[in-house]
């Protein structure tokens, strides 16, 4: 597992401070940042990016005026805990919990009084991480890109995809324990007399082993989880996807981007960059419990229409007019 940690120099970098006769120079706040899978990963270096953004906006730079501690769980969720009690034991003033609903959840079970800022897939609500969204009366708030309340539309537009009563199948992170997209595709699934069938995965090995049965089992389409460790294994289930013939819908962008065939989801980027802004109200003084909960505002629909000619499929024009992007 690697870690990253950035400490703030005193020797040559002191020298270089204005002196000032009886002055003392502020201590330097520590923010810890746990993440559920790497900090390596496109998709996890571009959320850092924006999360470091809005930190800078809010006027705090890493290496200047903050400290950072990372720590990554790899994917594996059960290191979460011990990760979470090194970052409180480093005394930092915060911490920022990404990568999975597993990470503030580890967090929040650590420590009661150290502000925690989440951007997290999931419902908090549901989840458990905060009792309201407007006013989160505890010491945690954050953003949401609240995939489960998407999750209907993806069933909808596979089912556009994939005419017929063909089962669709939904791929999630056997792992993850606040996964609530299922419920909501249960719902959505029954309202449109169609089969979902769910496929669990939670290494390399058993994502290869859930598309062979769903080749076995004649899945018409797929429906991949925002999990963390499915972003950072995106090549492999594009591919898989590709391989099977399995017209997928993702609920990232970046996967259409990298060749998978749609994508519907929220603009990742800008909420991570409010993640990062909170944690800067926070470090400066504002508490948690005053900062609602930010709900995605902004939708975009991608197609890869390279993908889709490669796949035994139509697309139909509602959806080439719908797209806010079609990748050609």
């Given at each position: 597992?690697?870690?990253?940690?950035?400490?703030?120099?005193?020797?040559?970098?002191?020298?270089?401070?204005?002196?000032?006769?009886?002055?003392?120079?502020?201590?330097?706040?520590?923010?810890?940042?746990?993440?559920?899978?790497?900090?390596?990963?496109?998709?996890?270096?571009?959320?850092?990016?924006?999360?470091?953004?809005?930190?800078?906006?809010?006027?705090?730079?890493?290496?200047?005026?903050?400290?950072?501690?990372?720590?990554?769980?790899?994917?594996?969720?059960?290191?979460?805990?011990?990760?979470?009690?090194?970052?409180?034991?480093?005394?930092?003033?915060?911490?920022?919990?990404?990568?999975?609903?597993?990470?503030?959840?580890?967090?929040?079970?650590?420590?009661?009084?150290?502000?925690?800022?989440?951007?997290?897939?999931?419902?908090?609500?549901?989840?458990?991480?905060?009792?309201?969204?407007?006013?989160?009366?505890?010491?945690?708030?954050?953003?949401?890109?609240?995939?489960?309340?998407?999750?209907?539309?993806?069933?909808?537009?596979?089912?556009?995809?994939?005419?017929?009563?063909?089962?669709?199948?939904?791929?999630k992170n056997s792992t993850n324990t606040f996964d609530t997209d299922q419920t909501e595709l249960m719902s959505a699934a029954r309202s449109l007399g169609r089969q979902l069938a769910v496929f669990g995965a939670s290494t390399e090995?058993?994502?290869?082993?859930?598309?062979?049965?769903?080749?076995?089992?004649?899945?018409?389409?797929?429906?991949?989880?925002?999990?963390?460790?499915?972003?950072?294994?995106?090549?492999?289930?594009?591919?898989?996807?590709?391989?099977?013939?399995?017209?997928?819908?993702?609920?990232?962008?970046?996967?259409?981007?990298?060749?998978?065939?749609?994508?519907?989801?929220?603009?990742?980027?800008?909420?991570?960059?409010?993640?990062?802004?909170?944690?800067?109200?926070?470090?400066?003084?504002?508490?948690?419990?005053?900062?609602?909960?930010?709900?995605?505002?902004?939708?975009?629909?991608?197609?890869?229409?390279?993908?889709?000619?490669?796949?035994?499929?139509?697309?139909?024009?509602?959806?080439?007019?719908?797209?806010?992007?079609?990748?050609e």
């Amino acid at each position: 597992m690697r870690r990253r940690k950035f400490i703030t120099l005193v020797g040559g970098a002191a020298a270089g401070w204005p002196l000032v006769a009886g002055a003392q120079q502020p201590a330097v706040q520590v923010i810890g940042f746990l993440n559920g899978v790497s900090f390596e990963g496109p998709f996890a270096a571009r959320q850092r990016a924006a999360i470091l953004e809005g930190l800078r906006e809010s006027g705090f730079v890493e290496g200047q005026n903050v400290a950072v501690e990372y720590r990554s769980a790899g994917g594996q969720y059960d290191l979460l805990p011990g990760l979470a009690a090194d970052l409180l034991h480093r005394g930092v003033a915060i911490i920022i919990a990404t990568g999975s609903t597993n990470s503030p959840q580890a967090v929040k079970a650590a420590t009661s009084t150290i502000p925690i800022v989440f951007a997290v897939g999931s419902d908090p609500v549901a989840t458990g991480l905060v009792n309201n969204l407007r006013r989160p009366e505890a010491n945690l708030t954050g953003v949401t890109f609240n995939t489960a309340a998407l999750s209907p539309k993806r069933l909808e537009i596979v089912t556009e995809l994939v005419p017929g009563d063909s089962s669709v199948g939904y791929l999630k992170n056997s792992t993850n324990t606040f996964d609530t997209d299922q419920t909501e595709l249960m719902s959505a699934a029954r309202s449109l007399g169609r089969q979902l069938a769910v496929f669990g995965a939670s290494t390399e090995y058993e994502i290869n082993a859930a598309f062979q049965s769903m080749t076995e089992q004649q899945i018409g389409g797929l429906i991949v989880s925002t999990d963390a460790f499915f972003v950072e294994r995106r090549n492999q289930i594009i591919g898989l996807a590709t391989k099977h013939a399995i017209p997928t819908i993702y609920a990232i962008s970046q996967f259409a981007e990298a060749g998978g065939l749609i994508s519907y989801s929220v603009d990742t980027d800008s909420l991570n960059k409010q993640a990062g802004i909170y944690a800067g109200r926070i470090l400066k003084g504002e508490k948690p419990a005053d900062l609602p909960v930010i709900l995605p505002t902004k939708f975009e629909l991608v197609l890869n229409l390279k993908t889709a000619k490669t796949l035994p499929l139509k697309v139909p024009q509602t959806l080439l007019v719908a797209a806010d992007r079609v990748i050609e």
